[in-house]
């Protein structure tokens, strides 16, 4: 009974094996299994962040999660009419007992037919469900998974508007140190000397400017496990321009 062996998915002890993995290749996966659900009418887009810190979770259980969020929306846009369905990624910066911590965000993002305030926090109750066919399991066992990893999901609607689902993944304080110095690193040029015409031999001015600047202040916290009104921001580093200052060249030395 299907029913039966969702509940016991439910109810059953934690057992997943975490290890550190890349989110986007766990995306990658789910998607070429939405492919075969994909029709003419839905356009499934897709907007990763180019580079993110790596978090450490059980990659079959987190495929599990973004199946059942791909497939409710694309659900929730089954009713003949042109959708699209957004999976994105991204960097939140928050704060997480006291401290600051780090999340990477992943959203999904439909224009369905959205959910009834009233229906909001009921979601994630075992056994609640607005389909006809439907077990009411899928996503209380899927934020049983993301509380399991330290996680949430947030969930964002307007009836008419469609629905954005979030998962957030706390990264580990090591792997966020290290993603933000690589960043920074990749960000910050070194100064080169050039050598100017007519100076006296290996005498060197340096290039000045600005280079990278620190990653955005927080967007959000992780919140709890559902927010009909959650705000969900993704923020990442930002690049600045090199301004460059070019000194005047020496005056020809007299012999």
Known sequence: NRVVSQ?????????GEQRPLEIADVLKKTLQ???????????????????LPPVRADAEQLLQVFLNLSLNALQAMANGDAGRL????????????????????IRFRDTGVGI??????????PFFTTKEKGTGLGLPISQRIIENHGGTIEVRSQPGEGATFTVLLPVEADAYA?????????????????????????????????????LPAPT???????SGAASAGASGPVAANLVTQRSPAAAPVRK
């Open 7 to 15: 509940f016991l998915d439910y109810a059953r002890p934690y057992r």
């Open 33 to 51: 299994l939405l492919a075969k659900e994909e029709s003419k009418q839905i356009e499934i887009v897709t907007a990763f962040a180019e580079r």
């Open 220 to 226: 959000g916290s992780s919140g709890a496990a559902l």
């Open 116 to 125: 009834p305030p009233g229906d909001l926090k009921n979601l994630f109750i």
């Open 86 to 105: 957004l999976i994105s990624t991204g960097l939140r910066r928050a704060t997480r007992r006291g401290a600051a911590a780090a999340f990477l965000e």
């Open 178 to 214: 290290a993603y933000a110095a690589l960043d920074s690193g990749r960000r910050t040029p070194t100064a080169q000397p050039i050598v100017v015409p007519g100076a006296l031999p290996g005498a060197r001015l340096p290039l000045s400017g600005t280079g990278g600047v620190p």
